[in-house]
């Protein structure tokens, strides 16, 4: 019932209630319709979303199981969050088996762990499979899992065949290298048996050439000489080649004369030169220092092997090693000769091993072919360079540079004293020694001509003031003799002559010709000022040298007593050392084995025997080795308390640098390679060459 309060309104009131409610009703329905298909939608949307990344799932894990690498992904306790076929195959396991789990391959052997710069880790693992040993390449990096925590990737590959090729490889360059060493050694051996007869037989002939021979039995003694040291130097050569090959080429580092190893290397092949009717000759130019820090010894066998090898192939003209300056400090040695050059298609084959240059199968000129192989061995070694420039018909040229600094900031020479100002003719038309000439007189101010034929240089006397001649007999003693004439009555005031050692022994003397002076070919640098200034013993009138006998191993009378131990195995050996040092008035005791050389070092240690000023120690003796009792010499010095230590110098035919370090660290006190230099042998024991021992 209505209440009487609302009157006649309350119906009307109750029907608009009402109409609202039913309209706010059917909005509340038709939101929620709204809300529902809108949530349906995003339902959809969001089906299709999981719809696409479960196809880009499958996808991923399709790609990588398609994939030849193992794949395994772990968490932070190692647990395995994902793994492909292949790494299930890898350890036999399901996948479904391994998720979750913490198996782990079975592994045999571990290689190197190398960390990359971004921090991946990579490594190389030997795993035990079912179906054997493989070896894996892992690449391991840090990532982050599905809710953010980390985990461990890791990607490999199976490199059985490159692990296996790797290791075929360094097992065949570990047979090489031994076999090279053995090599090495062998050659060594080899070269040591083959030096001590040698030894016995340069040493017998040294001390045969020392006795009263006639001229026909001086020839074959010097015959037997000459082919031995031929021999030798092959020997040298091979030993030289297998100690480069094994990396074993030692280079010392020694302030030196530069110009003298040069003029020395030039005389030294100069007899055969000249035996074979060809010149050499040497010019160092101004500026070159003097004095440089280097390995004279192995710049020494460079250069005596290009210019030993352009004398061998040179038939007529001649040889020119000259030296200049460089870049940098470094000094540049080139080596020209008028032989009959190289063809074009030897060139690519001229420092190769057992090659020559003429290409020849007839062996024509001998040799091993190493020379010029080991000679840029050498060159590269310190670390300079060699090149050649020839040209069939025309000659060849090598040119070598190599760093060689100066000694204390030395200067070089300042020129040929009394040279500047004065006029030179130069008559000459060889093709090295004349241009030379020139060209050093001229370096030290002389104005100086060049004339090539006897016509040439009379013109020039006739045209102007000529102060000094040099002349070369090389165009006939006739033809120099007229020339010296001529150059009387045109007032030069000064007038040598150049010869070789052949020539000079039949010149006569200077002044019987028309000269002051005489210059023996190859001519130095010193012997030219003195012959210009007027000094030194060729001047006007000498005689010329006669032919005496060689005294080669004549040596000053020891000042006192001296005492020496020979430990030496080889009769003839021993027999060529005592004779010699008997002839300087050495007492000498002989010690047939490395246990009588103990026996008798230690009796003249302790005072049973008198002491000895030296023992020479060959080092492979039967029983004890030279090595061994001087390792006991040195101990018994201590115990009975030597004041003074016992010189002990090595005899030895092994010339490897190993021998010689293990030698001092033996405790001998010095060096001395077989064959035995006799002169200097004897040089050492009277105490001439304190350094000798070490650097010979």
Known sequence: MISSTWGPLALPVLIALSTLAAALAAASVVRERRRAASLDAQVERLQDELWRLAEREESYRALVEAQLDIIVRRDGEGRITFANEGFARLVGETREALVGSTVRPQVAETGGVQVLDDGARCMDEAIETPGGLVWIAWIETVIAGPDGRIETLRAGREVTD????????????????AASEAKSRFLATVTHEIRTPMNGILGMTELLLDTALD??????????????????????????????????????????????????????????????????????????????????????????????????????????????????????????????????????????????????????????????????????????????ESQPGFGSRFQVSVPLPDADGAKGPAGIEGAAGRRVLVLGRSPFEAPYLARRLAESGADVAVAQTSAEAGALLDRGRVDVLIADCAFGEESVREVAARARRAGVGRLVVLLSPFERRDFGPPGAAGFDAYLVKPVRARSLAERLSGVGPASAGAPPVARTPRRRMAAPPLPGPRRILLAEDNEINALLAIKALQKIGAAVDWAKDGNEALTLSEAALDGRRSPYDLVLMDVRMPGLDGLEVTRRIRRAEATFGCATRLRVVALSANVLSEDRAAAEAAGLDGFLSKPLDLRRLLALVAGEEAGLARAS
């Open 162 to 177: 490159r692990v296996a090729a790797e290791r075929a490889l360094q097992d065949a360059r570990a047979k090489a290298e």
């Open 215 to 388: 001229g026909e039995q001086t020839s074959y003694a010097e015959a037997i000489e000459t082919s031995g040291v031929a021999l030798l130097s092959l020997i040298d050569e091979i030993l030289d080649f297998s100690k480069i090959e094994a990396g074993k080429l030692d280079l010392s580092s020694d302030v030196f004369d530069l110009h003298a190893l040069v003029e020395g290397v030039v005389e030294l092949l100069a007899p055969r030169a000249q035996g074979k009717g060809i010149e050499i000759a040497a010019f160092v130019a101004r500026g070159v220092p003097r004095m440089v820090i280097g390995d004279s010894d192995r710049l020494r066998q460079v250069l005596v092997n290009l210019a030993g090898n352009a004398v061998k192939f040179t038939e007529e003209g001649g040889v020119g090693v000259e030296v200049t300056r460089g870049v940098a400090g470094s000094i540049v040695v080139t080596v020209a000769d008028t032989g009959p050059g190289i063809a074009p298609e030897r060139m690519p084959l001229l420092f190769e091993e057992f090659e020559q240059g003429d290409g020849s199968h007839s062996r024509r000129h001998g040799g091993t072919g190493l020379g010029l192989a080991i000679t840029r061995r050498i060159v590269e070694r310190m670390q300079g360079e060699i090149a050649v």
